[in-house]
């Protein structure tokens, strides 16, 4: 199985702040891997898939990168709006992998 | 706009069955795997079961292989997921999702709470 780690797993950041998050996927994944953003007791939402594409109605504020085993969740300039859990999710092989997740709160 | 959407379920009993169904629209449907991730309580997400396209191959996370069992009906849209032998450690939030394959899309979930 593929394993996903995340880091780091919680960041206090201020409004305005560029956060970057990062994602390792234990063997090369390619470019299989969705960013996902989640607020509590809502449902997921896909915010990058193809490790470097936005999905659509995204904010550009929000860019991925990397390839391979290596990837990244950029926020340009954090807002109100962004705080929450952000997860990755690898979809290269079966059974399909979630990183633990990286909480995203005001400082 | 690709649309999913959940629904089916409920309060049952340990060792009890469930089906859930979930109503995609917006996308062709049958080019399309799917799958199940759940959430429980307060924890992270779960991969739970894909289906392919044609409903030819399957996949089962090891928590749920020989109870759960995924099937689709391109006629229909719809995707199912029977739960039997269900347990405590099943209650979560479970979600419908299109994640092989772009662009992703998620249901809001449906709640499965086991608990006598």
Known sequence: ???????????????????????????????????FQQKPGKAPKSLIYGASTLQSGVPSKFSGSGSGTDFTLTISSLQPEDFATYYCLQYKSYPLTFGPGTKVDIK | EVQVLEAGGDLVQPGGSLRLSCAASGFTFSSNAMSWVRQAPEKGLEWVSSISGSGDSTSYADSVKGRFTISRDNSKNS????????????????????VVGAPPAWGQGTLVTVSS
């Open chain 1, 1 to 35: 199985d593929i394993q996903m780690t995340q880091s780091p797993s919680s960041l206090s950041a201020s409004t305005g702040d560029r956060v970057t998050i990062t994602c390792r996927a234990s063997q090369g994944i390619s470019n299989n891997l969705v960013w």
């Open chain 2, 79 to 98: 995707l199912y997921l029977q739960m039997n032998s269900l347990r405590a450690e099943d209650t979560a939030v479970y979600y419908c999702a299109k």
